[in-house]
Nanobody, 123 residues
Framework: QLQLEESGGGLVQAGDSLRLSCAAS????????MGWFRQAPGKDREFVAA????????YYADSVKGRFTISRDNAKNTVYLQMNSLKPEDTAVYSC????????????????WGQGTQVTVSS
């Protein structure tokens, strides 16, 4: 089992920044593709970003491209999501996830999930 725990969420104003962290434990973190997803009230969970095993490749949803940056530190077993220029429509519960195979944009590709952290952006 791989345990994931997110932190860093909160209430911010539009235009502000936040950095989310996701700490992993239990298995070899560097063996997993990592992703961030979010779910707003009344909406389906959506893909935000993903990062390859070494961190050399990153993928983003169009809605966050240019504003969000995903990164990982395999020595610290942690994946990050730097969120800049936040908008009210970014308000959601953000969850990190780990995929033992290819990962990607589909939530079904991920094997392990954190509990999520709330991000609220006021206008």
């Amino acid at each position: 089992q791989l345990q994931l725990e997110e932190s860093g969420g909160g209430l911010v104003q539009a235009g502000d920044s936040l950095r989310l962290s996701c700490a992993a434990s239990g298995r070899t973190f560097s063996s997993y593709v990592m992703g961030w997803f979010r779910q707003a009230p009344g909406k389906d969970r959506e893909f935000v970003a993903a990062i390859s095993l070494s961190g050399g490749r990153t993928y983003y949803a169009d809605s966050v491209k240019g504003r969000f940056t995903i990164s990982r530190d395999n020595a610290k077993n942690t994946v990050y999501l730097q969120m800049n220029s936040l908008k009210p429509e970014d308000t959601a519960v953000y969850s990190c996830a780990a995929a033992s195979l290819s990962g990607g944009v589909a939530a079904t590709s991920y094997d392990y999930w954190g509990q999520g952290t709330q991000v609220t952006v006021s206008s």
